[in-house]
């Protein structure tokens, strides 16, 4: 058997080479960091749900045209997604308080924000991605401003689908990360969604309890990861209601 070429093993995904040029298979794997990796664990069948629920979400993206790098899940744990060159941000997207908002300026988790807000953060784990401005980001070259009003758009964007869609099932979305890639069409560049949307970066309330059905749970050891990521995938139809946990790898092909 040929040995596949690795590109890069970050905390949750590995990335090797596709099958043709220009493409990437991402591979999820069970492992759970939270707070830049002080603490972690193996999670039995995460990989598989993110799998799942991040080619749910991409492939809403694209049908509503909202650019992004998946082409098409392989399997279980893999999918094929289009290569490109990340932006070294973190573009986060708040509808409500929480995590570090409302450390950093004292607001209540939970308290609805009068709009969405937008923020960037330097994608360096050594640094503990720190929180950035525009000015950073234009002095430093990490993006033009041509970029910025592109990402900025993504960003909304994103924030209105996954708002709906979530809201449809009665989940709030509470916030969420983004990380954009850059593509080269011939003489053109353009943006697009990279990387993962799943419950590791989002943040998901149950409307009617408040219930937390993402990373929290881990980072607050609130439960079991696997049963609120399954709950997700179950209103989201990307799991039969019925089935079974995720860690009986026959369910999900
Ligand atoms: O921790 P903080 O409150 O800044 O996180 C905001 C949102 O971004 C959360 O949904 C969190 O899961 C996500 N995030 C992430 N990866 C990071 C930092 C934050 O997915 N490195």
Redesign the pocket.
């Known amino acids: 058997m040929a040995r596949r070429k690795k590109i890069y093993e970050g905390k949750a995904k590995i990335l090797y080479e596709g099958p043709e040029p220009g493409t990437i298979v991402q591979y999820f794997k069970d492992d759970a960091t939270a707070f ?1 990796a002080q603490k972690k664990d193996v999670i039995e069948g995460k990989g598989v749900l993110n799998n799942r629920l991040s080619e749910f979400f991409m492939q809403g993206l694209t049908q509503i045209g909202v650019p992004t790098h998946f082409i098409k899940r392989l399997n279980m744990r893999e999918q094929l997604v289009r290569q490109c060159e990340i932006i070294p941000l ?1 573009v ?1 997207v ?1 509808n409500y308080a ?6 950093r300026l004292g607001i209540d988790e939970g308290t609805q924000l009068p709009r969405p807000i937008v ?1 960037y ?1 330097y ?1 360096d784990d050594s640094l503990g ?1 720190p ?1 950035v401005t525009e000015e950073h980001i234009a002095a430093f070259g990490w993006a033009s401003q041509q970029d910025m009003e592109d990402i900025l758009s993504l960003a909304l964007r994103v924030n209105d689908f996954m708002s709906g869609v979530m809201m449809a099932v009665g989940i709030r979305l ?4 983004i990380e954009i890639g850059r593509v080269y069409d011939g003489d053109f560049q353009r943006l697009i969604i990279a990387d993962e949307i799943s419950p ?4 998901l309330w149950d409307i009617e309890t408040g219930q937390k059905l ?3 749970v881990f980072r607050r050891d609130l439960g079991s990861l696997t049963d609120a990521y399954t709950e997700v995938a179950k209103r989201l139809g990307v799991m039969p209601k019925t089935s079974t946990p995720i860690t009986k790898p026959t369910l999900i092909n």
Request: with cysteine.
């Open positions: 830049n973190e986060i708040r929480a995590g570090t908002m409302s450390q923020e953060c994608k991605d929180l509470v916030d969420f990360k590791d970066s989002c943040r993402d990373k929290d």
